[in-house]
C-alpha cells in the first residue's frame, strides 16, 4: 500500500516568515502534484512535478521533487494570510491518486 | 470555462434514507473520480469511472455504495441506507485522461450529514 506522510501536520507562523513543508514515501511515484483546500472548498491543484530533483516556482511558493522521486517539499515565502489552508500532496502513476493527510497551515497578521 | 460541478453542496438525510450526489465534470473530460474527506484526513479514493464505465471501483465499499457515469448527464454517488458513519464530505474530480501525470480538477464537494 503506497502512503505519503505529510509533516507537519499543523503550522501556524507570522506574516513574513518562510516556511517548508514535507511530503515523504517509501514509495516511488511518476508524478507528485500539491493542493491546497480552503474550508468548504474542493482542493485546488498548485503544481504537478514529474522529473526527480525538478524543482517549479509559483510566485512566493517553491516545490521541489526528490530525487528518487519518492519526496517532495512545499517552501513558501514570505508568507502571508492568503496561504491559510490545507495542504495536500499527492501521489500519481498508474494507480489512483494517494493523498496525504495534509498539513494545515494559519498565517496570523 | 465552468470547472467540475457538484451539487447539491450540502446534502441531509435521515438514517436509511438514500444519498444521491451529482458530478458533472469539466468540458472536455471524460474521467471522474470520487473521493471522501473525513474531517483532519485526506482524501480517500472510492471509485474512478469513465463514460458508462467503472475503471476502478476498490475504495468503495462493497454494501450500500454505487457509482455511475452514464453517456448523458452527470456522474452519480449513490448511497442507500446511510448510517451516521456516512457522513462525510465527498468530492469529485475530473481529468481529461487517465494519462501518466493524472492531474485532476476537484469540485466543491457535496457535504453529507446524517441525523
Known amino acids: 500500500t503506497q502512503l505519503l506522510e505529510q509533516s507537519p501536520q499543523f503550522l501556524s507562523i507570522q506574516e513574513g516568515e518562510n516556511l517548508t513543508v514535507y511530503c515523504n514515501s517509501s514509495?516511488?511515484?511518476?508524478?507528485l502534484q500539491w493542493y491546497r483546500q480552503e474550508p468548504g472548498e474542493g482542493p485546488v491543484l498548485l503544481v504537478t512535478?514529474?522529473?526527480?530533483?525538478e524543482v517549479k516556482k509559483l510566485k512566493r511558493l517553491t516545490f521541489q521533487f526528490g530525487d528518487a522521486r519518492k519526496d517532495s517539499s512545499l517552501h513558501i515565502t514570505a508568507a502571508q494570510p492568503g496561504d491559510t489552508g490545507l495542504y495536500l500532496c499527492?501521489?500519481?502513476?498508474?494507480?489512483?491518486?494517494?493523498f496525504g493527510k495534509g498539513t494545515r497551515l494559519s498565517v496570523i497578521a | 470555462n465552468a470547472g467540475v460541478m457538484q451539487n447539491p453542496r450540502h446534502l441531509v438525510r435521515r438514517r436509511g434514507q438514500e444519498a444521491r450526489l451529482r458530478c458533472s465534470p469539466m468540458?472536455?473530460?471524460?474521467?471522474v473520480y470520487w473521493y471522501r474527506q473525513l474531517p483532519e484526513e485526506g482524501l480517500k479514493f472510492m471509485v474512478y469511472?469513465?463514460?458508462?464505465?467503472?475503471?476502478?471501483e476498490s475504495g468503495m465499499p462493497k454494501e450500500r455504495f454505487s457509482a455511475e457515469f452514464p453517456k448523458e448527464g452527470p456522474s452519480i454517488l449513490r448511497i442507500q441506507q446511510v448510517v451516521r458513519g456516512d457522513s462525510a464530505a465527498y468530492f469529485c474530480?475530473?481529468?481529461?485522461?487517465?494519462?501518466?501525470?493524472?492531474?485532476?480538477?476537484f469540485g466543491p464537494g457535496t457535504r453529507l450529514t446524517v441525523l
Open positions: 469511472l469513465q463514460k458508462e464505465n467503472i475503471i476502478d
Open positions: 468540458k472536455g473530460h471524460s474521467h
Open positions: 499527492a501521489g500519481g502513476g498508474n494507480t489512483p491518486l494517494v
Open positions: 514509495s516511488v511515484f511518476s508524478s
Open positions: 474530480a475530473s481529468s481529461p485522461s487517465s494519462g501518466l501525470y493524472n492531474e485532476q480538477f
Open positions: 512535478v514529474v522529473t526527480g530533483g
